[in-house]
């Protein structure tokens, strides 16, 4: 960075992928945007690639030294890291790894993403070399740069004095030898073997997409994919006539019912939000504003943000914060003594909405989106206040069902 504050940095626009380019890249509506325009935009976003992974690298390092990471963190925070779910149509997970358990292979993916990245990135570079890329990462994995005082030879500390940055730290690494380098290629050929990829073949991928279409099930990605690794997984993987019975065990499921039911319910409360005004004021301009904020102190801020009147915010934060149905039982932001801020279900929502450059203006989320959203968070299985939420509020719908 060649700013004069190692906290100064570009504006997060200039590096993130909007709501509009993406649609474009998944092959999705662009509405009235023009295609041309997008992909210059796109391809200067492109430009600034080191700017985004040089700032992960920062953050996640000072998040570790300043102990953010590490053994007293929330475990919560790692089965979020564990069940990333990637959206680009590039590169599918391996579904099993030979000798790997699926245990193991979950604790596997992030790392198996790293080095999808890697593979990316070095695609820019004069040549690949696989050797030293797998050789670059062992280097980083074993953690040993990490050290402030370098154990250096005479030699090598000759050298270290003739840099001039006074804040260079050094570590020394004694390259392998052609032998090992001959053991390093072989262990990746090894690697490259051992991945048994089996993917479904189109007439099964057809099939099972009509039979979950035409069950009670909202067909998603997340489904999709669950559904595929259950047949892979299957001891009769190889017959076809096991999908509709595979198709209705997920329908009868009782978690999976739950997803449904709290997707519906969620673009009903998006529909309302959208809806909700106060005289000229919009509730979503207040939900916004806290949800870009994070946690606001004082209503005068939200004023500020959306330029609503005084009057027209504290009237939607009260409504938002389940002062006027729906939100009685399922409030959206929280007005604690000293600061405003989301509910659990309000952060859920703020996720799943896109937003034109900036956070201020959020777009009303397709209905694949909401429920491939709610799916997932079933699906993983995880401990997460979200899914958690989602389970509550799937209780008291049915609860008031009468089911």
């Not at 074993?142 to 050094?170: F, L, N, V």
């Not at 999908?243 to 499921?253: C, G, K, T």
């Not at 998006?270 to 916004?288: A, T």
């Not at 915010?313 to 938002?320: S, W």
Request: glycine share 6%; net charge negative.
């Amino acid at each position: 960075m060649d700013g004069s504050s190692r906290s100064e940095r570009i504006e997060p626009r200039r590096y993130n992928l909007s709501s509009m380019q993406l649609s474009l890249l998944f092959g999705e509506d662009i509405r009235t945007r023009r295609e041309a325009n997008l992909e210059s935009e796109i391809e200067e976003t492109a430009k600034e690639v080191h700017s985004r992974l040089e700032y992960l690298f920062e953050d996640v390092a000072l998040f570790y030294s300043g102990g953010f990471l590490g053994q007293d963190s929330d475990t919560a925070r790692w089965e979020l890291i564990e069940n990333i779910t990637r959206n680009d149509p590039l590169y599918d997970m391996p579904s099993m790894v030979n000798g790997a358990m699926p245990k193991t292979l979950s604790y596997m993916d992030l790392a198996i993403n790293f080095g999808h990245l890697c593979r990316l990135l070095y695609s820019d570079a004069p040549e690949y070399d696989e050797e030293k890329i797998a050789m670059g990462f062992l280097i980083g994995l074993t953690g040993g740069w990490m050290k402030d005082d370098p154990e250096t030879s005479s030699s090598q500390q000759k050298t270290t004095q003739s840099i001039t940055t006074d804040d260079t730290k050094i570590k020394y690494f004694k390259m392998p030898s052609n032998e090992t380098f001959q053991d390093l290629r072989s262990l990746l050929s090894d690697a490259n073997n051992s991945v048994q990829e089996r993917s479904l073949e189109i007439p099964e991928q057809k099939e099972l997409r009509v039979e979950i279409e035409k069950s009670k099930l909202t067909l998603t990605p997340s489904l999709f994919s669950h559904a595929e690794n259950k047949f892979l997984q299957s001891p009769y993987n190889g017959v076809r006539e096991i999908v509709p019975n595979l198709v209705a065990n997920l329908e009868s499921n009782k978690d999976l019912k739950k997803a449904e039911t709290v997707a519906e319910q969620i673009e009903k409360d998006i529909n309302e939000l959208f809806d909700l005004s106060w005289r000229g004021g919009l509730g979503i301009d207040i939900f916004s504003a806290v949800g870009s904020e994070q946690t606001t102190e004082v209503a005068d801020d939200i004023c500020l943000i959306t330029g609503s009147k005084d009057q027209q915010t504290r009237k939607l934060i009260n409504d938002l914060a389940g002062r006027s149905t729906p939100w009685t039982k399922r409030p959206l932001i929280k007005d604690g003594k000293k600061e405003i801020e989301l509910t659990v279900y309000g952060s859920f929502i703020y996720q799943l909405m896109p937003s034109e450059q900036d956070d201020l203006h959020l777009t009303q989320p397709s209905s694949k989106t909401v429920f491939d959203s709610c799916h997932n968070a079933i699906l993983n299985k995880s401990e997460s206040k979200t899914t958690k939420k989602i389970y509550e509020i799937a209780t008291e719908l049915y609860i008031n069902k009468g089911d």
